[in-house]
């Protein structure tokens, strides 16, 4: 078993040592870097081809039928044909395009989700960049969507596009502050931004115990965040056709789709990695356990886009700032008191500590919202 | 409330999603329905309901109208069309064709030749409604495509049309006549 445990590592570990015997040392490290980030690409690759599949299955079931079953056995080669599709469609800019803009953003789109997967922890050592800043870096990187996705929304010059890039600015600017807030609860309790430390933070007890309320407030930012169903109105075609990609064809379009999925991927790796407890895990090897709980996440998501209708650009806005906001400030500074307060007196207090303080934190909730609907009721009868 | 229409209706997803899984589990070892004949299924009845169709194909109902096909009188084994053409009057495309023998069979009229075209039928029924001697039908014969049209593959003559007739109402009646 400690073969299997650390097979990456110590995979990578032989290669360099290997390269260092009849090359210098800074190449050999340069060569070992160049392969990481290879791994990385086509790890993006491939999970992009596995998560099309198993979304479309996954969803198929959702609605009482198979999912593609035509192409490969279980249909799992679907996604190739697909890509031949696109590979081989024209490859159109339109007329009155703004062209450099337009031909830049599906560029630009991919370039940051590429870029969160250097500091995603997938086992015992097996990061490519383990920054000390490493949350600070994904919420950096992760808000450079948004300008691709304006670009493109604004360089096709289609109103539909213009309108899908707004509702994206408008939105994930809006959830990033939830959704930090949230993660702060967990910086909170181990003192670092790096993915690393936070999932070592977790040895004992996974964050999700502690703070369950902060899970639930990230995750539904990060759906928000990466534009799926039922927060899926930049691109909801009922209304605005396909939004932003509304021009896009082929390769470009293509992008679009890979960022989208990979950036699904990437909100699952991350919820699980500061909540689940990342590669943590009994007798299983480190990465099996990361993957597990990544694609649970990811299994969530599906059945919440299997599920939920889309909401209204109202709603949307309404719960990011008049719900999640004050949510996750007030759930930041309970849950400071509670850390403050049991420091130093072992585990068992701050886990009970942090249940019952979550749980008060939901009645408020409550109480707070059966008061607004019975003041809403008597202002209704009285008009 | 506070999201518990939510989770109720992530039950409801859950549901499907675990019953396409029990439906598949009822069916195992083969995928399809047994020698590919499907079933609609009622709004009760959970599970998959999409029908695989090449491997599996729904029943057609009684009255639908497929193909044509002539029939033939079963006692004396002679086609029951007389070539009167009514049905070729009828036809609103004139697609159908017929021309009438002109020596008797066994004291009745038949077709010398009767030819129907496929390509530009439009499936209305008129001709099986005007057809006078009940000889006329409707098959639920749906899979009519051919990979041309030059070689005569879309123009059915009376040969075609018969054994068609032979093959769904061996018995002289077809199964929209045994409805009631």
């Known amino acids: ?383 | 409330m506070l999201g518990l229409g939510i989770l109720k209706g992530l039950s409801v997803t859950l549901r499907h999603f675990v019953e396409t899984y029990v439906s598949d589990l009822k069916r195992f070892p083969h995928r399809y329905a047994p020698q590919g004949r499907a079933r609609r299924l009622r709004p009760t009845e959970r599970g998959i309901f999409t029908v695989q169709y090449p491997e599996e194909r729904l029943e057609m109902f009684p009255r639908f109208r497929g193909a044509l096909m002539q029939l033939t009188n079963p006692e004396t084994d002679i086609p029951k069309c007389t070539g009167c053409g009514i049905c070729a009057r009828f036809c609103p495309v004139g697609v159908i064709e017929v021309v009438r023998a002109e020596e008797k069979r066994d004291g009745q009229y038949v077709p010398q030749s009767y030819s129907w075209d496929l390509s530009a039928c439009l499936f209305c029924g008129l001709c099986v409604e005007s057809c006078p001697f009940g000889a006329l039908y409707h098959t639920p014969e749906y899979e009519l495509s051919t990979y041309g049209r030059q070689k005569g593959e879309l123009i059915y003559d009376l040969d075609r049309l018969l054994a068609w007739g032979q093959k769904y109402a061996p018995l002289g009646t077809p199964p929209v006549e045994q409805e009631e």
């Not at chain 1, 899970?215 to 759906?223: E, G, P, R, V």
């Not at chain 1, 534009?227 to 909801?236: M, S, W």
């Open chain 1, 1 to 383: 078993m400690p073969f299997l445990n650390d097979l990456f590592v110590n995979l990578s570990y032989w290669i360099h040592g290997f390269l260092a015997r009849f090359l210098p040392l800074w190449a050999a490290d340069l060569i070992m870097m160049l392969l990481t980030i290879a791994c990385l690409i086509v790890f993006a690759l491939i999970t992009i081809m596995f998560i099309n599949w198993l979304e479309r299955k996954v969803i198929g079931r959702f609605q009482d039928r198979y999912g593609p079953n035509r192409v490969g056995p279980l249909g799992i080669l679907q996604f190739v044909a697909d890509a031949i599709k696109m590979f081989t469609k024209e490859d159109i800019t339109p007329a009155n395009a703004d062209r450099v803009i337009f031909n830049l953003a599906p560029v630009m789109v991919v370039v940051p989700t590429f870029l969160i997967l250097a500091v995603l922890p997938f086992g015992r050592g097996m990061v490519a960049a383990d920054l000390n800043i490493g949350f600070l870096y994904i919420v950096a990187i992760s808000s450079l969507t948004t300008i691709a996705i304006l670009l493109a929304g604004w360089g096709s010059r289609n109103k539909y596009s213009l309108l899908g890039g707004m509702r994206v600015v408008a939105q994930m600017i809006s959830y990033e502050v939830p959704m930090v807030l949230s993660a702060l609860g967990v910086i909170m309790l181990t003192g670092s931004l790096s993915l690393v430390s936070i999932v070592e933070g977790q040895s004992r007890v996974p964050f999700i115990l502690l703070q369950p309320l902060g899970f639930l407030i990230y995750f539904i930012s990060a759906i928000a965040e990466v534009n799926r169903a039922p927060f899926d109105l930049p691109e909801a075609e009922s209304e605005i056709i396909a939004g932003y990609h509304t021009e896009y064809s082929g390769m470009k379009y293509a992008m679009f789709l890979l960022a989208e999925y990979i950036n699904a991927f990437i909100v699952a790796a991350i919820a699980a990695t500061l909540f689940l407890g990342g590669w943590q895990g009994p007798s299983l090897p480190p990465y099996v356990w990361f993957f597990l709980k990544a694609y649970a996440i990811y299994f969530v998501l599906m059945w919440l886009r299997g599920t939920l209708p889309r909401l209204r650009i109202d709603q949307l806005m309404g719960l990011a700032w008049k719900f999640l906001v004050p949510l996750a400030l007030v759930n930041l500074l309970v849950m400071g008191l509670v850390a403050t307060l049991t420091q130093g007196k072992g585990l068992f207090p701050l886990v009970l500590a942090s249940l019952v303080a979550n749980g008060l934190i939901v009645a408020a909730v409550v109480i707070i919202y059966a008061f607004a609907m019975r003041r809403r009721r008597q202002v209704e009868v009285a008009a």
